[in-house]
């Protein structure tokens, strides 16, 4: 073989190699869909609410999970209380292998007022942030325990995202009855 055939072919294969190579990693992106500041304002309109944020005691956090049935990530709650008792919280939950940022409001009866979703760092799955999906949950509180599948309905390709949403939501309605109404 030529040496001019041989490098011929040698680039070749090293282009081919490193184009298959590149075609097969995963490709992140992150999506931001808006702001706290203007989910807390989809939510709840011009509604005045002051910062208030929450570190929760260990035996809090242990209430919490045994109420929820689910993990607490983080002692610490973002919220933003209006005088009336209606809360916006902030969280983040796990999708399948990022955290997802989104917005919740609580009504000071405990009920699901709007739910956001600010960022989502997963590869797919992206239509968990659908308004319709999300209208799921309005009107939801702790006297249901929200299932996939069940109250919530799934998206394919979406399933742990949907989970982990699910999850949070049921987290955080809980932790509006033991801990947030009281504040």
Not at 105 to 111: E, M, P, S
Request: hydrophobic share 40%.
């Amino acid at each position: 073989m030529s040496n001019i055939v041989r490098r011929s072919f040698l680039k070749f294969s090293l282009f081919a190699t490193a184009g298959l190579f590149f075609s097969l990693v995963p490709k992140v992106m992150a999506k931001t869909y808006m702001s706290g500041v203007q989910a807390r304002h989809s939510i709840w309109g011009d509604l005045q609410m002051i910062h208030h944020p929450i570190d929760l005691t260990k035996a809090q956090v242990k209430a919490i999970s045994k109420a929820s049935d689910i993990r607490v990530n983080s002692s610490k709650i973002n919220g933003w209380k209006s005088k009336e008792g209606d809360w916006f919280l902030l969280e983040q939950v796990i999708g399948k292998h990022e955290n997802i940022d989104i917005a919740v409001g609580i009504d000071r009866f405990g009920k699901i007022k709007g739910i956001e979703i600010l960022e989502y760092r997963e590869t797919y799955g992206h239509q968990v942030a659908h308004p319709k999906w999300l209208a799921q949950f309005i009107g939801k509180d702790k006297s249901e325990h929200l299932k996939l599948d069940k109250q919530i309905r799934n998206i394919s390709g979406a399933t742990l995202s949907c989970r982990h949403i699910t999850d949070g939501v049921n987290r955080l309605v809980h932790t509006w009855d033991i801990i947030l109404k009281n504040q």
